[in-house]
């Protein structure tokens, strides 16, 4: 896991106490696009369920994950997909 990721993880563990997270680099897929770099991890996807999720809308979940990663954002991770569940929500994949 780089830099990006790592920090990723452990803002993510240490704001919402997830049940299960997963991160994954997929700078390859976007390479010659926009925000892209040499050496990646401008481009990650998120899973993440967590119980502070719960009675939240999607937009205000992901309102949160961003607020969490500002840090990382305004330090060039260019994009971010996420989906943001509750345990419950989990439960029914």
Request: glycine share 10%.
């Amino acid at each position: 896991m780089g830099k990006v990721a790592t920090a990723i993880d452990g803002k993510l563990r240490a704001t919402f106490a997830p049940v299960r997270l997963a991160i994954e680099d997929e700078s390859s897929k976007h390479h010659g696009h926009a925000g892209w770099r040499e050496g990646g991890e401008t481009h990650f996807r998120v899973e993440i369920v967590s119980d502070a999720f719960e009675g939240k809308t999607r937009v205000a979940r992901q309102r949160l994950v961003y607020a969490a990663l500002k840090e990382e954002l305004d330090a060039g991770l260019h994009a971010l997909a996420m989906e943001t569940l509750t345990p419950a929500e989990d439960g029914k994949r």
